[in-house]
Each structure stands twice: as C-alpha cells, then as structure tokens.
C-alpha cells in the first residue's frame, strides 16, 4: 500500500501580510490529484493556522477533504496540531468517520487505530504533557508521554499489521525554521519538549507533523520518522527548501517524495545598491517574493521605494547598520569620531537611502555654523 504524508498545511496563513490562501487552494487541488496514486492519506495536525479559523480557510479544508473522501474514495487520518483548534477540528467524528475521514482531537483517540487493509494507523493529536499524564500515569514531559503511550499501543497492537504512528511533536534532532513559532520558541526554552527517537522503536513508520523542513530521522533500531513538511513555504527560511508530499510504501518500507508545484517563489538578495539595481534590469522573475538586504547604504525610505519600483512583492527590506556589524557601542564609538557634517550626511541617507546634494550640504553647513554662533 502507499500512503501520502503531509502535514502543517496552515490554511489561512499570511506571509509578512500577504494572504496565502489562494496558493493553498492550489496545494489542495494537487493533493487531490497526487492521492490517486495512494491508497491512504495521513495528515499529521496544523490543518489551519489559528484555532479559529476564518470562514474562507474552513471552506478550503472542507473542499479538500470532501475531494479525497467522497470524490477520490480515500482514507484520511488527521491529528490535530498546536495551531488547531482540537475540539473543533474533531467534531462531528462520528459522521465524519462513516465517509472516511478519521481525526483525531483528544489524546485518548491515540489508542484506536483506523486500519486500512494490512495497516493500522494510530493517531495522536498535539498534547498537553500534563493532561496526557494523567491518563497514562506517567511523568509530565512530551518524552515520558510518548514513551508510555509508544509502549501502550505497541503491547496491544496486532505484530501482523504494518502499524503507523502519525502525531504532531518535536522529535529530537529535527530541524525547526522560520514559520515554527512554537518549535522555535522551544528552541529558546532549551528544547524541553524533544522526543528521543528511541520511543518510536516498534512502528514501522512515524508520520509526523510540525516541523515545517521536510526531514527522516531513524530511530535505533531503524524506525523510519519522518516531517512531511510545509506544502509551500511559509518563512525565508524556507526558500531553498523544496516542498513535497512524502509516500510511504508499506511493502517495501521505503518512503518518496513528490514536488510540490508553489505557484509563487521566495527570494533573498544580499548585495550593493547598484549591483542590486543593475541585476534587477534583466531579472526575469521581478514578481517574486523579495528579502532584500542592501548591503552599502542605511535602510532609508528612498531606497527602499525604488526597490520597490522594482520588485513589487518585495516584502523585507533592510540596509546596513550604521557601524556595519549592528552592534549599537561599536556604532556609536563610529559616530562619535565623525564631524557633525559627516553625521548629519549619515542620517540623511539613512533615512532617505540617498546622500544630500550640495544645494542641501550647503543648508546643513550654515545651519550648523548659525547654530554654534546662538551657543
Ligand atoms: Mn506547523
């Protein structure tokens, strides 16, 4: 059997402001599309990017799974992820179940498998480790939880079958991006939340969600855990990173994957203010997202609109800092040894991203001499 692994679709997020639902739209079409290869679809949590989600990002959901249950005739399992609202995502699961769409909101749901032909398919929603405790009677970390309930399933499951875990955590030694708000801010923490591989012995693949770089990680004895990854890139951190849907084949255990086309392409550009203008005369893809760092002159306004001219979605902008390290002692020190004219002059291109002109250096020089004769 194959079964398509995505995860983190986030319906309904924006970059930097622009709204992302019509390329999402897009993912979802060519799920539908790519799943007639597969037997099963996995979708391991952040179906949407808020817990209440907008009306618009509902209705894209509901499109995409009535497309795979009812048009397509698949399975899909769902857990819910951080950014979901778990409660609402799951409701209705008894109707919905008869149609072949299985999620997974409550922590309990992990111990029901949904078995498709020789696989079982356990999946555990994002948990809070204390609540989840209490039900196994284990330590209130992500690790103890996933230890025990690991070794919970794994007793009562049936050796026979092909079983899958899909869940949405932190598995330890995966690597988080930009757009993981809270893998990131876990990273901050000092990372409380890994999962060691070693829980996850016993199944025959890990589906899993909430690192949004697409990565396999091996268990010990071999268990192959994988992050599906972000259908289309969500941060610059992300923009070499190629987006796929992942296939896990449970005859020969090996996973593939399968390009996402994006529909849109991020990019960052680090170089000097001419070279920058110059390369953007034969640059055939203008309209594509922009960060872009000049690297020969302050962050002012007038270079920032005539990057603008240029790259219309340029969504970051940002020039030197005044000492050209961004450290705000050594800037100042700079500054200190610099004439007022000099300074004065630094400031103007800061902030307008140009030099003054004469006629202006002119008005400065008096200003400043008409200035120290008042003192
Ligand atoms: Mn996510």
């Known amino acids: 059997m194959k079964i398509l692994h995505t995860s983190d679709l986030h319906l309904g997020i924006s970059l930097l402001n622009v709204p992302l639902l019509g390329y999402q739209r897009g993912f979802c079409e060519y799920l ?5 290869n597969a037997d099963a679809v996995i979708i391991s949590g952040d179906i949407f990017d808020t817990s209440v989600a907008s009306s618009e990002a509902v209705r894209c959901w509901s499109g995409l799974v009535s497309g795979l249950c009812l048009e397509k005739k698949l399975p899909v399992v769902v ?24 999620i997974s909101g409550s922590f309990e749901d992990a111990f029901s498998p949904v078995i498709i032909g020789d696989t079982a398919i356990y999946s555990m929603p994002y948990f809070n480790p204390a609540g989840a405790a209490a039900f196994l009677g ?24 092909v079983n899958i875990l899909a869940a949405h955590c932190f598995a330890a030694g995966g690597t988080a991006s930009e757009s993981d708000i809270s893998a990131k801010a876990s990273e901050a923490v000092g990372g409380a939340d890994r999962i060691p591989l070693s829980v996850f012995d016993g199944f025959d693949y890990v589906a899993l969600g909430h690192l949004h770089k ?19 890139p969500y941060s610059f951190s992300e923009a070499e990173q190629e987006k796929t849907v992942t296939i896990f084949d449970t005859g020969s255990h090996t996973v ?60 970051r902008f940002s020039g030197k800092s005044i000492s050209g390290s961004g ?31 004469e006629d202006e250096l002119e008005w400065l020089a008096e200003a400043f001499e008409d200035m120290e004769r008042s003192e």
């Open 32 to 36: 539908c599309s790519a799943a007639e």
């Open 138 to 161: 284990c330590k209130p970390t992500a690790a103890a939880v996933m230890e025990a309930a690991s070794k919970k399933i794994l007793s009562e499951a049936d050796k026979s079958r």
């Open 79 to 102: 857990c819910a992820g951080n950014h979901d609202g778990a409660a609402r995502l799951s409701s209705c699961g008894e109707l919905l179940r008869a149609s072949g769409l299985y």
């Open 214 to 232: 697409a990565q396999t990680l091996v268990s010990p004895s071999g268990t192959i855990v994988r992050y599906s990854g972000t259908p289309l």
């Open 327 to 357: 450290n705000s002692e050594a800037a100042a020190h700079e500054a200190a040894e610099l004439d007022i004219i000099s300074l004065a002059k630094r400031y103007a291109e800061e902030k307008r991203g140009i030099s003054p002109d």
């Open 256 to 315: 593939s994957e399968m390009p996402i086309p994006a529909g849109y392409r991020l990019r960052t550009i680090n170089d000097t203010f001419d070279n920058i203008l110059e390369a953007a005369e034969n640059d055939p893809d203008r309209s594509d997202f922009m960060k872009i760092t000049v690297t020969d002159r302050y962050g002012g306004d007038g270079a920032y609109m005539k990057l603008k001219e240029l790259y219309p979605n340029l969504l």
